[in-house]
Structures are given as C-alpha cells and as structure tokens.
C-alpha cells in the first residue's frame, strides 16, 4: 500500500513537471518578443539596453493595419453568426435531405490547405471582376467574404454541438403555451445557445485576426491586415520595434481571451 502512494506521488510529480514544461515552451517564443521589444536600438534577446524606445517609434501603418485587422475580424464574427445559426438549425432541426453532405460542405474550409484556399479566392476574384468590372481584390468587402468563407465553420460546428444536446420538448412546451416559432427560437432556443454562440464568435474573430496565407493574396494597398503587415515587414528588416508591435497585438489577444474566459470561460470556447 505504500509503495502505491509512494508510486502516485512520483507519477503526480512527474505529470506536473511535465505540464510545467510544456507550458514554458508554448510560452517561450512570447517572451523572446516581449523581451526583445525592449531593446533600444539593436536586436539582442536578452537585451543589452533595456528601453522602450522601440515602442515610440512604431509605424503608424502598423496601427492602420491593426485597426484593419481588428474591423475584419469584428465584422467576419458577426456576419458568420447571422449566417451560420439559422443554418444550424436547418440542419439539426429541419428535415433536409442531405444533411451529412450539406454539413460536410459547410465545414470543407477547415479541411483545405489555407494556401490553396487564398490562390483560389484569387482566381475567382479575378474572374469575378473580369465578368462584372466589380473590384474584390485589394478591397475590404472581398476581404470580408473571403475570411467569412473560412471562418463560418467555427460557428457553424460550436452551434451544432450545443443544438444537439437541447431537448426538442422545450421548444415542444413553448409552442404548447402559445409561442409561435420565432419567438420560441428567440425567447428560449438562442438564450441556451448564447454560450456557444460566444465561443463560435470568439474562434472565428481570432482565426480571421491571425490569418496570413489566405489574406496575403488577396490585400491591398489600403487593406493590408496586420499578421500580413508583420510578415512583410520581417522579410525586409528585423528592428525592435517590430517586436513592439507584435507585442501590443499579443496584449490585445490576451486581453480578449480574459473578456471570453469572464463571460463563458475558455474551456467551453476549447470544448467546441
């Protein structure tokens, strides 16, 4: 018997050693930008200098491009949760032929190569303007409809896994007391779905926010994202205040996660 406790707490120390670990290489590479942020001139890690000179002379195209990409990915959010709830409910409510394919139609886009994708909406922007002299590439609408392709099927999967699991007899009781079918969906269905909206809204926002292979073939002069920013400016010249900039986007996705983890809680958005 004790040499089973003695077993446990061995296999206990080593499973949080073990977590310690990989936390600290996830969060390796986030502290060798904070860190090298600081650096007045040079590039060192850790820096020689401590300063936050870099941080006074960040490129305003850096705020115009992080502004762009916090729009975007704001407007993909919503615009996929107008689009992607009423189709979950088509689809594990309704009766609709098809359904598997119809679903698995739906979530192709996470299924795709991401390079593929963005050399495909290329193609077809460019055949879209061709046709109807209708400008999408380089502008914030094809942008839009691009990130809102790739992105729906965050939503899309988060909505479904909660819909399934609710009771069809609550909606059945509503209906039973008078409620008409939009006001059932409003007054007791969508209520049971908030955190799950929530948590399709805060993938999609993020993977919008971050994505680079899709948006690179498709940016502008004036609606070049700031992930794109990022990676152009890397390839041309490595200076501290790049580092400043990454470290003022990371900021801002922390702070989001802690507004996502006080509303509905970060497990349940990773559990979608």
Not at 29 to 46: C, D, E, H, I, K
Not at 168 to 193: C, D, F, I, N, S
Not at 207 to 226: C, H, I, N, P, Q
């Amino acid at each position: 018997m004790r040499r089973l406790i003695v077993t446990d707490a061995i296999l206990g120390g080593l499973s949080r050693a073990l977590a310690v670990l990989v936390a600290l290489f996830l969060l390796a590479p986030l502290v060798v930008v904070f860190a090298t942020s600081f650096n007045a001139r040079a590039v060192a890690f850790p820096p020689s200098d401590w300063s936050l000179a870099a941080y006074t002379t960040i490129p305003d195209q850096a705020f115009r491009t992080f502004s762009t990409s916090l729009l975007l990915g704001l407007a993909s959010a919503v615009v996929s949760v107008v689009l992607c709830v009423p189709a979950a409910m088509a689809l594990v409510r309704g009766r609709l032929p098809g359904r598997s394919a119809i679903e698995t139609v739906f979530r192709s886009p996470l299924q795709l190569p991401p390079i593929v994708l963005g050399i495909a909406f290329l193609q077809y922007f460019l055949y879209w303007q061709n046709l109807t002299e209708i400008k999408a590439l380089g502008t914030f609408w094809g942008l839009l409809v691009a990130h809102v392709l790739i992105v729906s099927p965050y939503v899309l999967v988060a909505v479904i896994a909660r819909l399934s699991t609710l009771d069809p007899r609550l909606e059945e009781a509503a209906a039973g007391l008078g409620a008409g079918t939009l006001m059932t969906q409003v007054r007791v269905v969508l209520p049971l779905l908030r955190p799950s909206i929530l948590a399709g809204m805060f993938m999609a926002f993020v993977m919008s926010f971050e994505d680079v292979a899709v948006t690179l073939f498709l940016v502008g002069a004036d609606t070049t994202t700031f992930p794109v920013y990022l990676f152009g400016s890397a390839q041309v010249s490595n200076t501290p205040s790049l580092y400043a900039a990454s470290s003022l986007g990371a900021v801002v996705a922390m702070a989001l996660a802690l507004v996502v983890q006080r509303v509905v809680g970060l497990r349940t958005v990773l559990s979608r």
